[in-house]
């Protein structure tokens, strides 16, 4: 069972920045597939972006292209989410999941393609 937790939601106001972590203890953590997912008050959970097992491909929702950057860790068990010019839109809680993918190169979308998710942080951006 992986057990994912992630970190560094907070309040920030419009424009500012933050960077999400998620992290396991797994010795197979290099092998899993890891994607963002946020959920804002009465709207259904969204894909924000997804990075491969290799951590060479990834992909992004097109509301965060060229705001929010994903990277992995593998020495660390970790990957983050790095968010700038954050927008009130933003504001959701983000979790973070894995799943064993089928190819090291392949990056996932669909919440139904995750396996193990983590708990959320609460991300509010706001004035």
């Known amino acids: 069972q992986l057990q994912l937790v992630e970190s560094g939601g907070r309040l920030v106001q419009p424009g500012g920045s933050l960077r999400l972590s998620c992290t396991a203890s797994?010795?197979?953590?290099?092998?899993?597939?890891i994607g963002w997912f946020r959920q804002a008050p009465g709207k259904e959970r969204e894909g924000v972006s997804c990075?491969?097992?290799?951590?060479?491909?990834?992909h992004y929702a097109d509301s965060v292209k060229g705001r929010f950057t994903i990277s992995r860790d593998d020495a660390k068990n970790t990957v983050y989410m790095q968010m700038n010019n954050l927008k009130p839109e933003d504001t959701a809680v983000y979790y973070c999941?894995?799943?064993?993918?089928?190819?090291?190169?392949?990056?996932?979308?669909?919440?139904?393609?995750?396996?193990?998710w983590g708990q959320g942080t609460q991300v509010t951006v706001s004035a």
């Open positions: 999941a894995a799943t064993w993918p089928t190819s090291s190169k392949a990056v996932l979308t669909s919440a139904s393609d995750f396996n193990y």
């Open positions: 797994a010795v197979t953590w290099g092998f899993y597939a």
């Open positions: 990075i491969s097992s290799g951590g060479d491909v990834t």
